[in-house]
């Protein structure tokens, strides 16, 4: 009974204690819902570095919103998000009409819209808010960012459940899926499904930034979802692997965070880092048993 009040007192008693601590989690535990599924669509698609670009191109959004009505949620998240469906829009269309592929493009405006970003917040506010935004404070959610994160999570969680099988072929086999949409008369179902799924990144991304900033913001949708996919086969699998890793990368930075006074938002994603390096290591597509097959096979 004592190992047990120790281990309550350590683990729970500090969300018991502290509504900022229970909001903060709360958060983490949505985002862990929302995001980290995505990050495994984004891996299927081999589009792994897409996100990151998304989470940075985001930022000169969130710096006009800044510039116009200061740290307001809703200003910073409408900017972010209109900011990032516009990058979206201009890789697509350099891609379309050039020879670079979309991964080059954006990464090209990327790097350019986050310079940006970074000089329109620093010319008008102060280090502070600057650091505010790329690097988050999850302790700092109110309600009115917690609202937002849940709708966010929830929105894309019955998204992906609606379009399941749409989002699989558009991973998988987008040419089955644009023969099949021509013959049901549209012919644009592919790009559809592509569209939505892109829209939902960029929105979690934006509902992100508040807690991890816009510099971390993918690190809770990436490593779950990479680390998953050294666990399972089946996407269904890796798809519940990928949000419960991310929540308890959440729960557990929260938890090292209030004991040793460090930074939330980077101590959750170097858990998140953790729990991929275990499953580097032992994960059945990991190192130990790839290593212990070896002989077997060789025999």
Request: charged share 10%; net charge positive; aromatic share 10%.
């Amino acid at each position: 009974m004592s190992a047990w009040l120790a281990f309550q007192q350590f683990a729970i008693a500090p969300f018991q204690e502290f509504a900022f601590m229970r909001r903060a989690l709360v958060a983490a535990l949505a985002l862990a819902l929302g995001s980290a599924p995505l990050g495994v669509l984004l891996t299927l698609r081999r589009m792994s570095l897409f996100g990151e670009a998304l989470s940075h191109a985001v930022l000169p959004g969130v710096a006009v919103g800044f510039i116009f009505f200061g740290l307001s949620l809703p200003a910073l998240s409408i900017g972010g998000f209109i900011a990032g469906v516009l990058v979206v829009a201009v890789a697509g269309w350099i891609s379309r009409h050039t020879e670079l592929k979309e991964d080059a493009s954006m990464a090209a405006i990327y790097v350019v819209a986050l310079a940006l970003g970074v000089i329109l917040i620093s010319r008008h506010g102060t280090q502070l808010d600057l650091l505010h935004i790329l690097f988050g404070n999850v302790l700092g959610v109110d309600s009115e960012g917690l609202l937002l994160i849940a709708g966010v999570a929830t929105v894309s969680v019955l998204l992906i459940a609606a379009m399941y099988r749409g989002l699989l072929l558009e991973s998988f086999d987008p040419a089955y899926l644009f023969a099949s949409s021509g013959r049901a008369g549209s012919g644009r179902g592919g790009a559809v499904y592509q569209q939505i799924f892109l829209m939902l990144v960029v929105l979690n991304l934006v509902a992100s930034f508040q807690t991890l900033g816009t510099l971390m913001a993918v690190g809770l949708m990436m490593l779950p979802a990479v680390s998953a996919r050294l666990w399972h086969d089946t996407l269904p699998a890796q798809l519940l692997n990928s949000a419960a890793q991310a929540a308890a990368a959440g729960y557990c930075g929260l938890l090292i965070s209030y004991y040793a006074s460090v930074p939330s938002g980077p101590v959750i994603i170097v858990c998140a880092g953790g729990f991929y390096a275990l499953s580097l290591l032992f994960a059945p597509r990991g190192w130990l048993p790839r290593l212990l097959r070896r002989p077997h096979l060789q025999g």
